[in-house]
């Protein structure tokens, strides 16, 4: 199953015209609460209770990845997938996922209108108004199963109004959205953890000591099983697959497709929530058929990987946080057979310097861009500010292509890994077409 972006409609851009509207309605684009999007969904005659059985998936990394690992493994043995993602990197469609793929322009036209009719005006913020828009198309298609991610945090998250879920999940858990959650591991997983429902199974993965008892604590509170990594489950890469242990024997399966050691563990998340939805069929050759573009990808073909000569190779992921700088640079130093350089434009949000220094030991040189159509972004001075004190040699430039060129001309052959936002890869993704 090949998850890829949303291509643009071919007349028109009337959702873009409403979501632009609806982005209006709340002065803060992030207001955790459930009032508002409970008040609306009574209006619309509670779509979410017309939901199929619900995997829902909270966490800090690898929300997307494990949906992705299981909506393949779930497609390829027949099962009728329905999925729920933010953000989306190209276009909005894309974060809505029915039987046959994005939600088409029609569709989403109808619901978004539909939904702003109904709210009548009354603030509620963007995340919440086209999560509503999206329960509805949901309830209005049969299905087997409904993959939902929340969007951010997980007790107040606008996802988190389902009464009984068929499983939960919570992806490994870091610091990150310091603005909204805080900067304390333990409240953060706590956070993530109000997800967690009694007598609902929980896949747990891996997790920092702090965070996993918080968790342990919250399930205790509110009489939710656990499926531990560590305890329950574990996995691990070998002789080029992956092998997985939970309640049964040892058993062999497909490397997942998507590239890092981390995809490991979320490759590990995906089969321990298939053991525990025992109802439905998986098929694991979808480990090694799923794509899910911004994560570890290579990009091969479009405007700029043509600039490349031999010898290089563009890669291209939306990686924003300490724990996804830490990813990167446990695959940037597999990449020791050539050099590898970064483009990185981040957010004014994120812990930058965090991000960085793991990538330090690996990294011969930075160029930084500011991410464009953003407001919340740093300049590309900022960036290359925050990458010299964490020991690279950083040059700020006004674009990617800009940036890529002057590699060409003064870099060695070696690997060039745009990263340090999901905007940023949304971007180049959608100029790269």
């Known amino acids: ?41 009574g209006r619309l005659d509670h779509p979410e209770d017309r939901l199929a059985p619900v995997v829902h998936v909270a966490g800090t990394n690898g929300k997307g990845s494990v949906i992705a690992y299981l909506h393949a493994m779930l497609e390829a043995a027949g099962a009728r997938v329905q999925a729920y993602t933010s953000p989306h990197l190209v276009r909005f469609h894309e974060r809505i996922r029915l039987r046959a793929g994005p939600i088409d322009e029609a ?35 049969p299905a087997d199963v409904l993959l939902l ?15 009984r879920p068929r499983l939960t999940v919570i992806t490994p858990v870091s610091i990150d959205h310091v603005q ?40 205790a509170e509110v009489g939710a099983p656990l499926y531990l990594h560590g305890r329950d489950w574990h996995v691990a890469a070998r002789d080029g697959g992956l092998v997985f242990r939970g309640r049964g024997d040892e058993g ?9 050691a981390h995809q490991i563990e979320n490759a590990g998340i995906a089969l321990a929530c298939a053991e525990l939805l ?20 290579r990009l091969h073909v479009g405007p700029l990987p043509t600039l490349l000569p031999t010898g290089w190779e563009l890669w291209l992921d939306g990686g924003h946080n300490a724990a996804a700088g830490a990813a990167l640079g446990r695959v940037a130093a597999e990449w020791d057979d050539r050099p ?42 900022a960036s290359a500010t925050y990458a010299r004190a964490a020991g690279m040699p950083a040059t700020a430039h006004d674009n990617v292509r800009e940036a890529i060129e002057d590699l060409l001309r003064a870099g060695a052959p070696g690997r060039i890994l745009i990263c340090g936002s999901l905007y940023l890869a949304g971007r180049v993704l959608a100029d790269n077409q």
């Open 1 to 41: 199953m090949a998850i890829a972006p949303a291509a643009p409609p071919q007349t028109g851009l009337s959702s873009d015209a409403v979501l632009d509207r609806l982005n209006r309605l709340h002065p803060k684009i992030i207001d955790l609460s459930l009032g508002r999007i409970e008040h609306l969904l």
């Open 107 to 141: 569709a989403l036209l109808a619901l978004l209108e539909h939904c702003e009719t109904v709210n009548g005006g009354t603030p509620i913020t963007y995340f919440e108004i086209t999560t509503a828009a999206a329960f509805l198309a949901f309830a209005d298609e």
């Open 149 to 163: 991610e929340t969007g951010l945090g997980g007790r107040l998250d606008a996802t988190n109004v389902l009464a």
């Open 180 to 219: 909204y959650l805080g900067d304390d591991l333990a409240g953060i997983a706590l956070e993530k953890a109000g997800i967690l429902k009694a007598g609902v199974s929980a896949v747990v993965g891996p997790q920092p000591p702090v965070a996993l008892a918080a968790i342990e604590r919250r399930a």
């Open 252 to 260: 062999a399966f497909p490397a997942p497709a998507l590239h890092g």
């Open 278 to 297: 025992e109802e439905f069929a998986f098929d694991p050759a979808g480990l090694a058929q799923v794509r899910w573009p911004g994560r570890l990808q």
């Open 340 to 381: 590898v350089y970064l483009i990185c434009g981040m957010l004014n949000t994120k812990a930058v310097e965090d991000f960085f220094r793991p990538l330090t030991p690996h990294v011969a040189s930075v160029s930084t861009v500011t991410v464009p159509g953003e407001p919340a972004s740093l300049s590309a001075d």
